[in-house]
């Protein structure tokens, strides 16, 4: 889309544009997720919002930020921030806490007086504990205070599970195009575009169609060669004219939601709302057809461990990342489980690092010591009853300390302050521990290098993450060394093992033999 200036807003005076938004995808297998999930992400409004949203270096969502900076390159506009609330992935948020969130939300729209447009800024894949749409339930009740005639754009991460709730109460939804999610400024701008350009008079839509697949997060990797990238540029194919956007949203299977499915998002002006059905179906049965190849291939732990330990002797070979894709913090995993750290410590693999490990109890006992004290680490202490975070005792040397606070200097979290909390680096073997106590994957080589770590040194790399790495250690070794590892964990990319309540039934690849037929136009 071609820029568009920011027209005047009622009576000739700058628009006005609310801010707001709720951002946390919910797994339902993991542990539920509180206000101090929240406080420790980001819960503003008002006032305080304004200014986070404008800081520098900025803790907010990177789509506010490239939405604000196109809004400002076009022209003077208001901003009527909202409430904003986003916390690490987790289990399904506590009710009261969403309650309290949207009824903050409501009373400052509703005191904000007249206003041109509204952006929202979410996951999309939400869940409380009594709500399966928190998504959906937020958009309605913005729509029904603006009412009809008011813009609302939004956008998505990539793996939102979109329900017909929400498209009916948005002018248009955009959702990211990468995975690892290196656009979301880019779609913040995008979004920006689209709302200048309703705001001059024209009404949007938004229309669905939502298939019986459920792609394993691995194979949603949008990257050369991979079915989603290729699928993604067909639909980028049709945006012109009155198509606004396409979105082609894998979701995020481990919600467990009646909302789960692969998820084709079509905006458009009204006047073209056919042409829009038309394309998500047109779209959806070329999803559908590619489906076999968002199955996975995991690489079996006992290989995985060879591969390192060969790398660790072997210096002529290649560097490798592991990937323990089942304990993903990005989709509510622990960041402790112990199965891979177990298995290399046990084959003495040597020049290994493993970051970024949360254990807040592990690196509370690394800071009674000093640098270069080696003392017996606890690690998982307290845990004896999760069956995957299992407890170790090993003898460590502190390699280093940090308070955790850095700025992202790579892929996604470039630009962007971070906080892993008390942090550690330990020896333990042949194997150096980055100890967090801030729930996180690692997203950024910042993170390691407030401990010291030095990653020329280092033969394996081993993440807690299921992709977003990628885009901030692509210069550690070529994708081809990047292995993801069949490990237990509670972000498993194994489907058909985990104990669906509400899923939709049957649907790919969790059911053998799954038809589906395109809805009619």
């Known amino acids: 889309m071609a820029n568009v200036s920011l027209p005047p807003g009622r009576d000739g005076r700058p628009p006005r544009i609310a801010m707001g938004g709720f951002f946390i995808e919910c797994n339902r297998f993991a542990p539920p997720s509180t206000a101090e999930d929240f406080s420790r992400g980001l819960d503003r409004s008002g006032a305080e919002l304004a200014s986070a949203l404008r800081a520098e270096p900025s803790r907010a969502m990177a ?11 076009a022209g003077p506009w208001e901003l009527v921030p909202l409430r904003l609330a986003a916390a690490q992935p987790g289990g399904p948020v506590q009710h009261a806490f969403f309650e309290d969130f949207l009824a903050g939300l409501a009373r400052l729209l509703e005191s904000a007086g007249p206003l041109d447009g509204v952006y929202i800024s979410a996951h999309g894949a939400a869940l409380t504990d009594q709500e399966e749409d928190p998504d959906g339930v937020l958009l309605a009740r913005v729509r ?152 996975i291939r ?24 592991l990937a323990d894709v089942a304990d993903n913090p990005g989709a509510g995993g622990g960041g402790n489980t112990t199965a891979l750290l177990q298995a290399l410590l046990e084959a003495g693999a040597e020049r290994v690092l493993l970051g970024v490990f949360t254990d807040p109890s592990l690196a509370q006992q690394a800071f009674r010591h000093r640098v270069g004290d080696r003392f017996e680490a606890r690690i998982n202490e307290g845990l004896d009853g999760d069956p995957f975070a299992r407890p170790m005792q090993v003898q460590a040397t502190v390699l280093a300390l940090s308070e955790g606070r850095f700025v992202g200097r790579k892929g996604m979290m470039q630009d962007a302050r971070g906080h892993l909390g008390p942090s550690a680096l330990l020896q333990v073997g042949g194997l150096q521990l980055a100890v967090i106590s801030r729930r996180q994957q690692l997203l950024d080589p910042a993170q390691l290098d407030i401990l010291g770590a030095d990653l020329s040194q280092v033969r394996t790399l081993v993440v807690k993450s299921r992709g977003h790495f990628r885009a901030a250690f692509d210069d550690f070794t070529e994708a081809a060394n990047i292995l993801e590892v069949d490990c237990p964990g509670l972000t498993t990319p194994k489907l058909a093992s985990l104990p669906w309540t509400r899923m939709p039934r049957p649907i790919e690849p969790i059911d053998e033999g799954v038809i589906w037929q395109p809805p009619p136009l």
């Open 144 to 295: 029904s205070i603006v009412g009809p005639d008011v813009p609302i754009v939004a956008v998505f991460d990539l793996h939102t599970n979109v329900s017909e709730q929400m498209c009916k109460a948005l002018s248009a939804f955009v959702a990211y195009r990468t995975n690892p999610h290196v656009d979301m400024r880019e779609r913040g701008r995008e979004a920006a575009r689209l709302l200048m350009r309703l705001l001059c008079g024209e009404r949007g839509c938004v229309e669905m169609v939502k298939l019986p697949l459920v792609p394993p997060a691995p194979s949603q990797l949008v990257a050369a060669g991979t079915v989603y990238a290729e699928l993604i540029e067909r639909g980028q194919n049709h945006v012109g004219g009155n198509i606004l956007n396409v979105s082609l949203c894998g979701g995020f299977a481990l919600a467990d939601s009646d909302k789960c499915g692969f998820s084709v998002v079509v905006s458009a002006i009204e006047a073209d709302r056919n042409m829009a059905r038309g394309i998500a179906r047109l779209l959806a049965r070329q999803v559908w057809q590619e489906r076999a190849r968002f199955r």
């Open 298 to 321: 995991l690489t079996a732990l006992k290989e995985a461990v060879a591969r390192a330990g060969a790398c660790g002797r072997d210096p002529t070979l290649p560097r490798v990342i």
């Open 63 to 73: 789509d506010n930020r490239g939405f604000i900076e196109t809004l400002d390159q």
